[in-house]
């Protein structure tokens, strides 16, 4: 199984990548971080915890940075609701996070680990930054970093801009500049991975995991339920289980963030124009049938 380190700002494609990662027997999730992103971080570990409440895991989850390196957080309630999981009554529980602010924590979590450790991302890069100017040995022990955010197109919170970068550029150009393995699901792909509407009327016959992520979907603004929901940070999990299903491109991918309009784009050099070698593998296709069966395959494995 393939040890990963998830950091996460739940948020409710957030919550279907955590439950595939968890039940996917390929994976082995050391570690959840937390991040400011979707809503605060106080709201976002709420939800990690309640998550592994829900499914009575035991896996430690770390709070991470309240902000962005040096912006204000603007957060996106207006897709995954006020709590940032909204629609669905988790029950009350008395679990907290480790004592220690997450960067700490995945730093330890790599030093314990007999092999090196993928990082997996699927917010602003907040954390991972904080961690690497902290403690830039880490990276000798990170396997790779695969992370959802960027697009080689368009944005979706800027007109150029996805949101997980656009939040935190700074901390997203440091990534990018790290020298680590990078993989970038960006737009490019995740906005072609829809659930359909057949298969998201089926969810709650399925299991109480379908049953409850169909509650949060009633809320959540990335499609609808009647044209079909788009699974932007599913898609990293896919590429770990699955990378066959996407079509990679190494890129030079250069993070803005001077421009006025265009801080937190991803400049992905796809005709290598800049002539500079290539720092990311990005995601550039899909196989959409093919995912759709595997989550379809995965979220039954769920309890
Ligand atoms: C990303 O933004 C967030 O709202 C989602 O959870 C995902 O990580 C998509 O742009
Ligand atoms: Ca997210």
Redo the contacts with the bound molecule.
Sequence with gaps: RTPIILDT?P????AVAIAAALFAPQLDVKLITTVA??VSVEKTTRNALQLMHFWQKDIPVAQGAATPLVRKLRD?AY??GESGMEGYAFVEHSRKPLDMPAFEAIYRCLYSSDEPVTLVT??PLTNIALLLMQYPDSKTKIKRLVM?GGSAGRG??TPTA???IAIDPEAAARVFDSGLDIVMCG?DV?NQAMLSPDYLQQLPQLNRTAKMLHALFSHYR?GSMATGLRM??LCAIAWLIKPELFRMQPCFVAVETHGEYTAGTTVVDIENRYQQQANAQVALDLDVPAFRAWVADVLALAP
């Design positions: 700002d948020g409710i494609d957030d992103g979707n996106a897709v995954h699927i917010g959802m979706n919170f996805e949101f997980n737009l995740t990335s932007h940070d």
